[in-house]
């Protein structure tokens, strides 16, 4: 999926302490070497060229070492047309989201960037606003500056995604999955899990579950 503009829902229920969940639409132009980084910002060529555009808008991103909890969500766009971030970082609190399942989504026009979760509005940003297709991400990460260390006793932990649908500038649905049937995704990193560890990446499992639901741990998912 591609989308320059338009209007993005989700409904999920993200995992909790000690990781780092979000639901985020990133620059189409970063994806063949997305997942592929070193902690080094931004991280060096091949797998990030320093020149590129990067724009991202973080549609619902949980941070519970930065808030010490797992009620206080991010609501973010950056943009970078000279290979420097820029960006709005914007907070909203929720119940737990890692304990219920909350309705995200997401407003883009070329002016305008606004959030709303269970229905209600809870951010809008007028700057930076990403102006290149994005593409739609589910993903964990652990061990970064926002998620704290990886515990063993706080494992596993389950990312669901309930259903997935995303609308054009005009109003026209251009993808939806309820994750009833053959999946609408791709599971990321492209690379062998031995390689991970250069990366600062978990290995990746997925699933559709017999209850019409995407389960994840520790990885990512990209709608196609």
Not at 53 to 76: F, K, M, V, W
């Amino acid at each position: 999926m591609s989308l320059l503009f338009g209007t993005v829902e989700v409904r999920a229920k993200m995992t909790g302490v000690n990781t780092h969940p979000a639901v985020w639409l990133y620059d189409t132009a970063n994806r063949p070497w997305m997942y592929l980084y070193t902690q080094a910002y931004p991280p060096p060529s091949p797998y990030y060229p320093i020149d590129c555009d990067r724009d991202e808008i973080d549609i619902a991103e949980g941070c519970p070492l930065t808030y010490s909890n797992t009620t206080t969500l991010r609501q973010n766009t950056f943009t970078a047309p000279t290979g420097t971030v820029g960006g709005t970082v914007d907070t909203t609190t929720v119940t737990d989201y890692s304990a219920n399942f909350h309705v995200y989504k997401v407003v883009w026009t070329p002016t305008s960037v606004t959030f709303y979760i269970d229905g209600a509005l809870t951010n809008t940003i007028t700057s930076p606003i990403p102006q290149h297709p994005c593409y739609l991400i589910f993903d964990i990460e652990a061990a970064d500056a926002v998620s704290g260390d990886v515990i063993p006793g706080d494992y596993p932990q389950v990312f669901q995604i309930d259903y997935a649908k995303a609308w054009d500038s005009s109003g026209n649905l251009v993808f939806s999955d309820d994750f009833t049937g053959a999946p609408a995704y791709q599971v990321f990193p492209p690379v062998a899990s031995t390689q991970l560890a250069s990366y600062n990446m978990s290995v990746v499992e997925a699933q559709i579950s017999d209850g019409g639901m995407f389960t994840g741990t520790a990885g990512a998912a990209a709608m196609k």
